[in-house]
C-alpha cells in the first residue's frame, strides 16, 4: 500500500488504493473486489461487505494514511476494473491536466451532469492518485475512462474568448468538450483537431475561468438541453 503512494508502481502494479469508507463503499457498489483490505480493529468500516478485510491496529491505519484524520478502512483495487470506453453521448478530453484535484473534480461532474465520458491525454495526472480520487468522491468507479485520441467528434474546444457562446452553440449527441491545462490551454494543434471553438460568457474582468468550473458548466449546459 504504501508503494501505491507512487504513480510508477500504481502503473507498474495495476493497482490503486483507497483510503476511507465512503471510497471504498463506491467501489464495492460499482461491483469491483478489492485485491487487500485494511480495517481498524477498534473501529471495523463496512463489515460484513470486505470478505477479505485485515483487522489491524489503528496505529498501522495512520501510518499508512494521507489524511489529516485516518479513515476506518484502506482497499486495494485493479485500475483494470474501472470502466473504459467512450460510449457515452457527451464527454470530456482533456489535454495535459496535471493538477489531480481539478481532474478528480472533472471526473465527479462527469458522473452528476452525464452520463459522460472522460478522455485522458499523456501529460495528464494519473485519475487513480490519491488526490484525484479522492477529489472524485467515488465517481472514479462509474465514469469511463478512456485515451484523448478516442474522444469521438465532433470536438469542440473550450477557449476563454474568441469562440462561439455556449449558449448559442448546438450540442448534438455525441459531443465532446475539449479542454487544456491551466495558464497553457491548448496548444495549436490541439485546437486544429477540433471542429468548433467555444466560450463561456462572463461578466467582470476575470480572464478565465478554472478547468474545472468550465467542465462542469459545459456539461450542466448539455444537460439542461435534455
Not at 465512503?22 to 468500516?45: K, S
Request: hydrophobic share 45%; glycine share 10%.
Amino acid at each position: 500500500m504504501r508503494k501505491l503512494e507512487s504513480r510508477r508502481q500504481r502503473e507498474k502494479l495495476g493497482l490503486f488504493a483507497c483510503e476511507g469508507e465512503d471510497l471504498v463503499a463506491a467501489g464495492l457498489d460499482a461491483g469491483l473486489e478489492p485485491v487487500e483490505a485494511l480495517v481498524d480493529a477498534e473501529r471495523p468500516a463496512l463489515e460484513g461487505r470486505l470478505s477479505r478485510a485485515e483487522e489491524v491496529a489503528p496505529e498501522l491505519l495512520a501510518g499508512l494514511s494521507t489524511l489529516p484524520h485516518p479513515g476506518r478502512v484502506v482497499a486495494v483495487f485493479r485500475r483494470a476494473d474501472l470502466p473504459r470506453g467512450v460510449e457515452r453521448p457527451v464527454g470530456l478530453a482533456l489535454w495535459r491536466v496535471g493538477d489531480p484535484g481539478n481532474l478528480g473534480t472533472l471526473v465527479r461532474a462527469a458522473d452528476a451532469l452525464g452520463p459522460a465520458f472522460v478522455a485522458l491525454s499523456p501529460g495528464c495526472a494519473d485519475p487513480t492518485g490519491p488526490k484525484a480520487v479522492r477529489a472524485s468522491a467515488g465517481a472514479i468507479f462509474r465514469v469511463p475512462l478512456a485515451p484523448f485520441a478516442e474522444a469521438p467528434a465532433p470536438r469542440l474546444a473550450l477557449v476563454p474568448q474568441g469562440g462561439t457562446p455556449l449558449p448559442e452553440l448546438d450540442l448534438p449527441p455525441p459531443t465532446t468538450f475539449v479542454l487544456g491545462a491551466e495558464r497553457v490551454g491548448l496548444p495549436d494543434d490541439v485546437l486544429a483537431g477540433c471542429e468548433g471553438r467555444v466560450t463561456i460568457p462572463q461578466a467582470g474582468r476575470a480572464e478565465s475561468l478554472n478547468v474545472a468550473v468550465a467542465g462542469a458548466i459545459a456539461l450542466y449546459e448539455w444537460r439542461r438541453r435534455r
